[in-house]
Structure formats: structure tokens, C-alpha cells
């Protein structure tokens, strides 16, 4: 695959999957009522009430303006015990990734990596692949994905869900659809892509993303992995009967899931996206087609939301208990990144956008976002 390829084509088959798994869980339980994507009925409430009508005890939020850090905000929406403050460190989820993104363009730009090459030319032994990898113990379970197979998978299609690896999987993993054909989402292919960056840094990922990105971006309050200090300062929270409250404590760094931060770090992060124009680019340049009928498509690492205003980069993180957001704008420079430690989050972080980023957004009807 190159940067001039024809772009794949949306996955209706994997679109209407999806559908049908969301309509069978909103379906299930009256609590996850964010699977109704209407987020417009809340753009006249002050986000404190939302949080309160809502039941959101944490949320906290960074916003940008012309690419720089403007406002840092907390809101609650309950009696805390313990006062929620600015460096509340949450799990970014799937925020992870557009981070892992960055770090990887950041090697393409310095020629270290190119997005054209097969994976196995930088994995000639081939890939361990975990079958737990969202809850590693001694002797996992494995397979080895052999050098034959990666040979078939250019290193870009792992930072745009295009390799046709599944999201997660618990066997042996064979790219279907072919690698470059359809927007199919992937954790795998983020693993895949750490595996890519721990073999050609010759560091553990966390780091390097550490000596890459954290230390780099005065991101203080950043990790991949769970610290024991984390206990006091996560702020988490769950869905009753379906998840037990707990922080989620990863003890192994994930490229696609494991980021702790803090809304001020993750916005430290956008602003130094929006600082490189170089980046920005590249992750803008071969964009492929999600959703037809919102218009969405998928860059390098972000989604890609088209106005008539340019282009908006979008990502979402959605692990049990949190929910999170961010996008901003390459043209004006505005932005926002939203935290929050309950499964409606997402209502909030789509309220807040509304005062950074005025304007309808086919991103919160992404069937994937809630």
C-alpha cells in the first residue's frame, strides 16, 4: 500500500454487524441509554446540570484555542468525598491510540519506519500474539504469527484499521478481509504496531513512549501501566449490575488501551499534534472510508470528520466505567479533550464540544461512539 492507493472501501458487512450487536445491547438495559446517539437534546444544559442530570461524578476536560491550551475544567454531577481536581488521572482507553499514532509517525517522518513496508521487515521472526492481552497472567496463552503472514500486511494498514485483523481475539489471527481492502477497527492491529516499535526501538513500549512522547511533552502525570499511586488518583466509576466499581489495573503496556493521564497531558498532546504540520499531514493523507452515510473516514490514527470548515480529527475511548473524547480542528486550532469515569460520558463530552467546536458532529452518531 502506498500513500496514492485507491482508498478501501467502507465494510458494510462489519458496518451492519455492529449495528446489530448496539441495537441488542440498548436492547438489554435501560442503563446504557447512551446508545441512542441524540446528543442534541443536551446542548442548552450547562454541563454541571447534564453531570447532574446524568449522574457524572468526574469529568474533566481541556480545551484548545488557535493550538494552544485555553481552559482546564472539572465538573461534577454528585456529593464527592474526595474534591475532583485537574490532575485526576482517568483511563484514556482507546485515546491510546492516536498517541501510539503520533509516536509511530514521528519514526516515519525520521525515516525509521515506512508505512509501505510489510510488518514482517521489521518482525523477521515473526509476532507473539497474546490471546489475553486485556488481562495478562504467567503463561498466557499464544500463537506465533509467522513472518509469511506479516509479510502480507504494510506497516500504514495497522494505524488506519485497514489490515483485517480483528478488534481482539482469543486464537490464532488471519487478516480477513485481505490487508488494504476495508475499514475493519482493530486493537490487534495496534498490538501488532507495538510489537513493530519495541522491536525496532529496542525498548519496552512503555519506554519508549515514554523517552518518545511523556518526558517530551512535560506529559508528568502520563503512563501505560498501573502505579500504586494510581489508586488515589483514578477516578473511576462503573454501570450498576454490570461491571464492580474498579480503576482497571493494567500491569502491562497496551498500545491500543492502557494510557493513564490527565486532561491537561492529553492536552498537551493536541497541541503539540496541532504544533507539526509535517504530522499532520501525513495522518491526513491517505484517508479511507468509514461511514457513508455520516461522511466519516479514518486517517492515521484519528478519524476524520469533514466540514465546511475543514477537516475535524476525532477519537473516542470507551473501557467499562469510562468514557472519553477528543477532537479538535488543524484549520482553526480549537479543540477539546474530555474525561469522564461513567458510561454516558460521551453526552458530556459531545455537550462540551458545542462551546469549542460549534456545529453538528457526524462523529457522536458513529455507531461505534457511545
Known amino acids: 500500500m502506498n500513500h496514492h492507493q485507491t482508498p478501501p472501501i467502507w465494510n458494510n458487512h462489519d458496518d451492519m454487524r455492529y449495528r446489530r450487536k448496539l441495537m441488542l445491547l440498548c436492547g438489554l438495559s435501560p442503563l446504557l441509554s447512551s446508545c441512542a446517539t441524540d446528543f442534541s437534546q443536551h446542548k442548552n444544559t450547562s454541563p454541571t446540570d447534564l453531570a447532574r442530570q446524568l449522574g457524572i461524578c468526574s469529568t474533566s ?20 468525598k474526595h474534591p475532583l481536581t485537574a490532575d485526576a488521572i482517568f483511563q484514556a482507553a482507546s485515546l491510546t491510540k492516536p498517541v501510539t499514532a503520533y509516536a509511530a509517525l514521528q519514526w516515519v517522518l525520521a525515516g525509521k519506519l515506512d508505512l509501505t513496508k510489510p510488518v514482517s521487515h521489521y518482525l523477521p521472526k515473526g509476532y507473539i500474539h497474546f490471546h489475553k492481552v486485556l488481562a495478562r497472567t504467567v503463561n ?40 488494504g481492502q476495508l475499514w475493519q477497527y482493530s486493537g490487534e492491529g495496534y498490538m501488532l504496531l507495538q510489537g513493530v516499535l519495541e522491536a525496532v526501538s529496542g525498548q519496552s513500549f512503555s519506554d519508549f513512549m515514554d523517552s518518545q512522547v511523556f518526558t517530551p511533552l512535560d506529559m508528568n502525570h502520563s503512563s501505560l501501566v498501573w502505579h500504586e499511586q494510581h ?38 498532546f493536541l497541541c503539540a499534534v496541532l504544533r507539526q504540520e509535517k504530522l499532520l499531514a501525513l495522518t491526513l493523507s491517505s484517508p479511507v ?8 473516514e479514518w486517517g492515521y490514527g484519528w478519524g476524520i470528520e469533514r466540514s465546511n470548515n475543514g477537516p ?50 457526524q462523529a457522536f452518531n458513529f455507531h461505534m461512539v457511545s
Open 61 to 80: 476536560y481541556a480545551t484548545l484555542k488557535n493550538g494552544q491550551m485555553d481552559q482546564i475544567q472539572t465538573v461534577s454531577g454528585c456529593s464527592n
Open 140 to 179: 498466557d496463552p499464544h500463537d506465533v504469527m509467522p513472518p509469511r503472514a506479516l509479510s502480507n500486511i504494510p506497516l500504514g494498514t495497522l494505524l488506519n484499521h485497514t489490515s483485517g485483523l480483528p478488534n481482539w481475539s482469543a486464537q490464532a489471527m488471519n487478516p480477513s478481509p485481505a490487508p
Open 231 to 268: 489508586h488515589s488518583e483514578v477516578h473511576s466509576d462503573a454501570i450498576p449490575g454490570l461491571w464492580a466499581p474498579r480503576p482497571g489495573k493494567f500491569k502491562h503496556a497496551l498500545a491500543a488501551a492502557s494510557l493513564y493521564t490527565t486532561a491537561p497531558d492529553y492536552g498537551k
Open 289 to 296: 472510508k468509514v461511514d457513508r452515510s455520516l461522511g466519516l
Open 312 to 361: 475535524h480529527l476525532w477519537h473516542w475511548g470507551n473501557n467499562p466505567g469510562f468514557r472519553s473524547f477528543a477532537m479538535f480542528s488543524p484549520v482553526s486550532g480549537n479543540g477539546l479533550v474530555a474525561f469522564t469515569n461513567h458510561h454516558q460520558g460521551i453526552a458530556m463530552a459531545s455537550r462540551i464540544a458545542q462551546d469549542v467546536l460549534p456545529g453538528e458532529h
